[in-house]
């Protein structure tokens, strides 16, 4: 099969990846953030509300994290190869943070170890968001050593906790009512501000520390696009502060997945055309053109119903959770 055609597979399956992992963050990441939130509060009825907004979403949700690992086993071996070898650390304790999560959300309902089953979610939250902030930023760095790249790895970190609390408390804000609503609302100010900083922080530090990135902001094709979109990532911030501040209950939500949504295109064509910056590239990475095109083929039946069972679980589930009390009555 001609080159031309492997690498318009290789890209397809580039990008279907991307996409995967955009529905992963968004989706896995609110109900993350809610996670973390539950160690943020002291009622035990506040946390079971907050529970509630995600019992019957966030197991689904993760499946998204499923269909990445093997996508990206299958269409890119030599990628998969790399990034596992230096990834295995925070892999591990990302696994292990979603072990916990899933164990504690059976078991919080104990009658006498509820409390402690609580603070086993939150803390499982905790550590699967960190560690996939620690993933991100050795992929960014490159896998370079140094504390230049330690430092920038847990400004990454930060980032990304920070991020997952900003999506965990819009979604509160959409399914909570009175006192909780107004507290995640009052979060939810909090964490677009500091996600905002260590975006900041971040970008100008890849600037100095990342070679393979400099070289791609500095094409001027490159540079105008990525400017297009820090421009829609100021105006969906200031729609998410705009939102919060006047009370809307669903806004806020879709402005905090629209600035993931932009902030991680930015990502996509910082990298392009590499897999992993400065390492290997995606025609490098990718497998031969029949895997990818018997891939192609399962994933093509198999997306339009995993997207199609997500959007009839979120219709299915919508809607604002009352208090736990009210439900009683």
């Not at 093997?70 to 304790?93: N, T």
């Not at 490159?222 to 939102?243: H, I, P, Q, T």
């Not at 590239?281 to 053109?289: E, H």
């Not at 029949?290 to 997306?303: A, C, Q, S, V």
Request: charged letters at 10%; aromatic letters at 12%; glycine letters at 8%.
């Amino acid at each position: 099969m001609d080159n031309v055609t492997h690498s318009l597979l290789a890209l397809t399956w580039f990008g279907l990846i991307g996409l995967m992992l955009v529905f992963y963050v968004v989706t896995d990441g609110f109900d993350l953030g809610v996670g973390m939130l539950t160690l943020l509060s002291k009622a035990r009825e506040d946390r079971d509300v907050m529970v509630q907004t995600i019992g019957h979403v966030w197991d689904a949700n993760e499946t998204w994290l499923v269909v990445l690992g093997g996508a990206l086993f299958g269409a890119f071996p030599a990628a998969y190869a790399i990034l596992m070898q230096d990834l295995y650390l925070p892999v591990m304790a990302l696994i292990a943070g979603l072990i916990m999560r899933g164990a504690a959300i059976e078991f919080r309902h104990s009658p006498h170890y509820g409390r402690l089953w609580d603070a086993v979610f939150g803390a499982g939250s905790l550590v699967a968001a960190t560690a996939q902030g620690v993933v991100l930023g050795k992929v960014i760095t490159g896998f370079l050593p140094g504390e230049s790249s330690t430092l920038f790895i847990a400004v990454t970190a930060f980032g990304v906790v920070t991020g997952y609390l900003l999506l965990g408390a819009t979604w509160l804000v959409s399914k909570t009512v009175g006192a909780l609503a107004n507290w995640a609302r009052w979060l939810a100010l909090l964490s677009a501000e500091l996600t905002v900083a260590a975006a900041v922080v971040i970008s100008v530090a890849t600037w100095f520390d990342s070679a393979a990135i400099h070289a791609r902001w500095s094409d001027p094709r490159v540079f105008a696009v990525l400017s297009g979109l820090c421009a829609c990532a100021v105006l969906a911030y200031v729609w998410l502060v705009a939102s919060l501040s006047w009370g809307r209950e669903r806004q806020p939500f879709r402005a905090a997945v629209t600035l993931f949504v932009v902030s991680f295109a930015s990502l996509t064509i910082s990298l392009y055309p590499d897999f992993v910056p400065g390492k290997l590239t995606i025609l490098q990475a990718a497998s031969d053109s029949r895997t990818l095109e018997f891939m192609l083929t399962g994933i093509g039946l198999m997306f339009p119903v995993m997207i199609g069972y997500n959007l009839y679980q979120y219709s299915i589930f919508r809607g604002r959770q009352a208090p736990v009390d009210a439900i009683n009555r």
